[in-house]
């Protein structure tokens, strides 16, 4: 006869065989698939550094080139915007080349109005501490202490692009032509430092602007005639509002519905009392360098404008 006892003790045995089991078949899948989670979701991470890394090498590339050939026909070294214009014949492959890393990635645009400021410096050092390019809707600033800012935009690879020479609505918005004088003399003035002959412009107050005494479509039209994209935007930092913003409030402002766009122009200030834009900035750039397939790029030909409203011109265009 069996000892009733190691019987028990073989029950017993049996039974942990069993629950070790049933443990080991919901434990193992489970540490595999956080462990390989895990894996996937630094090497997409990777994927996407190693994308704008690219972009931006590219971008440097092309204005390596684009010196070369500009000193040799001996005009201004520096043009930041023909740098990614798609429509330069000898640009084709260099473009289709930027294109095949950014197609399919969301694009975020880092802009700035209303510089130089005081501001400027901090708001380039952060740019060149993460390696991002942003684009600068300039004022004409004909001061000593702003001389620098302007070159440096271009120097570090940002588009530099308007905004207004004199920035007070009721002269430029005064009619069709005080706002050609205006621009033409900001384009005139920005070329003269820089050397750029900037093509792209933001309207103070955006095209949807209820200040101006001219149509906005007679302006815009005044724009398109001359070769000159505008741009608004379709994010808000929130900083141009009277009161002030917390770092907290710009960022929140800045990243809330990123998510939801596939391409995003950011509206930013740099101008000496916006501070907490620039406090902001290191992590609202973090944010989006976080973001999977996204890459934070400088405005250029290639940029698909957000634009309020159209101009008459652009309207027939898109009737055709
Ligand atoms: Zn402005």
């Known amino acids: 006869?069996?000892?009733?006892?190691?019987?028990?003790?073989?029950?017993?045995?049996?039974?942990?065989?069993?629950?070790?089991?049933?443990?080991?078949?919901?434990?193992?899948?489970?540490?595999?698939?956080?462990?390989?989670?895990?894996?996937?979701?630094?090497?997409?991470?990777?994927?996407?550094?190693?994308?704008?890394?690219?972009?931006?090498?590219?971008?440097?590339?092309?204005?390596?080139?684009?010196?070369?050939?500009?000193?040799?026909?001996?005009?201004?070294?520096?043009?930041?915007?023909?740098?990614?214009?798609?429509?330069?014949?000898?640009?084709?492959?260099?473009?289709?080349?930027?294109?095949?890393?950014?197609?399919?990635?969301?694009?975020?645009?880092?802009?700035?109005?209303?510089?130089?400021?005081?501001?400027?410096?901090?708001?380039?050092?952060?740019?060149?501490?993460?390696?991002?390019?942003?684009?600068?809707?300039?004022?004409g600033k004909d001061n000593e202490l702003y001389k620098d800012d302007y070159e440096r935009i271009v120097l570090e690879g940002h588009t530099l692009a308007m905004h207004s020479y004199s920035h007070k609505y009721n002269e430029i918005y005064s009619s069709v032509d005080a706002y050609e004088e205006d621009l033409t003399k900001l384009q005139n003035f920005l070329y003269d430092r820089t050397g750029v002959w900037c093509h792209y412009v933001r309207f103070p107050g955006g095209s949807s602007n209820t200040v101006s005494s001219v149509p906005m479509t007679e302006i815009i039209d005044y724009c398109n005639a001359n070769d000159i994209t505008y741009f608004d935007w379709n994010v808000v930092s929130g900083d141009a509002t009277s009161g002030y913003l917390s770092k907290e409030q710009i960022f929140a402002n800045c990243t809330s519905k990123l998510n939801t766009l596939d391409e995003a122009i950011i509206l930013m200030h740099d101008s000496a009392d916006r501070n907490s834009t620039v406090d902001a900035l290191p992590d609202v750039i973090e944010y989006i360098l976080d973001m999977d397939d996204t890459l934070i790029l400088p405005i250029s030909d290639d940029t698909i404008p957000v634009q309020h409203i159209a101009g008459d011109t652009v309207a027939e265009q898109v009737e055709e």
């Open 1 to 139: 006869m069996r000892d009733p006892v190691s019987r028990k003790k073989r029950i017993a045995r049996l039974k942990k065989a069993i629950l070790f089991t049933i443990a080991a078949a919901i434990i193992i899948p489970t540490f595999l698939a956080v462990f390989f989670g895990i894996r996937l979701h630094s090497a997409n991470k990777k994927n996407d550094e190693l994308k704008q890394t690219v972009y931006n090498l590219q971008l440097s590339l092309q204005e390596l080139r684009s010196g070369a050939e500009d000193t040799e026909e001996n005009v201004p070294l520096y043009d930041s915007q023909e740098v990614a214009v798609s429509s330069r014949e000898d640009g084709a492959c260099e473009d289709e080349e930027t294109k095949a890393v950014t197609d399919g990635m969301r694009k975020v645009y880092l802009t700035f109005d209303d510089g130089p400021s005081t501001n400027t410096d901090r708001i380039l050092d952060i740019l060149a501490d993460y390696g991002v390019k942003a684009t600068f809707f300039v004022l």
